[in-house]
């Protein structure tokens, strides 16, 4: 049996207070954006102003929210997408990517598909799997830890897990892991088939977009001995394979992109270097859906 070595609680009351400065979100200057009566996403005062000046005949004000009405979910979805490509054209945010998510409602169910990049402005809520790679060695447990991209456009050269990325449009759980497994490690999908149900992690954090609210799946892996990721798609600059005090010292240093680092915390948790009654332990079981 792999011996478990703590991190220890002074590291664990800082990794607590970065993570909780990280995911804060004082919304109360925010509204909540309903479409048709639904409320599925977060304005700040900017979009807010944006929606009132570019669509005020669909725009019907209640209290502290707002409501876009439109004739049904297909025309909600052209409204917004033609009204996000005129804000990317005119330069009012960046990053457009031509992939789309789904826009879910409280049950899960899926309304319509909308462009990826709309989902921060409109602070809606995404889904993303992520993979922590483990691989255990005479009694050591160390994870695979990804490089991300220099040319990434969020978060450039910052620490990732083994895999991340976004559910597309229309694409399960299982599949998403196994595309971004292979696009993003060139894990077979052997590794990545028949995974128990993932953890759910929410994600929440005032960005320069907007909103950050992500759905976060997560899968622990076990990376044969031996075995080295390589990346397909560009995404991710290198791979390292590091112990577990050396990722605590790149997370209390500010390498490792956020989600990432609630991610690998999670998986942690889940193998007992965190204490699950500990105040860092509590916090992180707090963020599961």
């Known amino acids: 049996m792999t011996p478990i070595s703590p ?21 109360s200057s925010w ?21 009132q000046a570019d669509i005020p005949q669909l725009l019907h004000t209640h209290g502290n929210s ?10 909600c979805a052209d409204v917004l997408q033609n009204l996000g490509r005129e804000w990317f054209d005119l330069g009012l945010f960046s990053g457009w990517r031509n992939e789309r998510f789904d826009v879910r409602d409280d049950q899960g169910t899926a309304l319509f598909a909308l462009e990826r990049a709309l989902f921060r402005p409109l602070g809606m809520v995404s889904q993303a799997v992520h ?24 978060d450039p050269d910052k620490l990732d897990n083994l895999v991340g990325g976004g559910v597309a449009s229309g694409e ?4 998403a892991c196994a595309r971004e497994g292979f696009e993003e490690a060139g894990l077979d999908a052997t590794l990545t088939a028949h995974q128990p149900t993932p ?22 892996l076990h990376i044969p001995s031996g075995m080295t ?32 680092m609630l991610v690998t915390l999670d998986g942690l948790l889940q193998r007992g270097f965190i204490t699950a009654g500990s105040d860092l332990g509590t916090w992180l079981l707090a963020q599961r859906c």
């Not at 005032?206 to 950050?212: A, D, K, N, Q, T």
């Open 66 to 75: 707002v409501d876009v009405q439109t004739r049904d979910w297909l025309h």
């Open 172 to 175: 399960s759980l299982q599949e």
């Open 229 to 260: 990721p390589e990346n397909q798609d560009g995404e991710v600059a290198d791979f390292q394979l590091m112990d577990i005090p050396s990722i605590v010292d790149a997370m209390l240093t500010g390498r490792f992109m956020n989600d990432a």
């Open 7 to 27: 991190i220890s609680a002074a590291q664990q009351r800082d990794l607590l207070h970065f993570l909780q400065q990280a995911f804060h979100a004082d919304l």
């Open 199 to 220: 953890r759910c992690i929410y994600s929440q954090r005032v960005v320069s977009r907007g909103l950050h609210r992500e759905h976060l799946f997560v899968y622990d």
């Open 131 to 154: 993979l922590n790679g483990f691989m255990v060695e005479d009694g050591d447990t160390r994870m695979w830890i990804g490089k991300r991209s220099p040319f990434k456009a969020v």
């Open 31 to 51: 509204q909540r954006l309903h479409l048709n009566g639904q409320a599925l996403g977060y304005l700040n005062p900017r979009w807010q102003q944006q929606l």
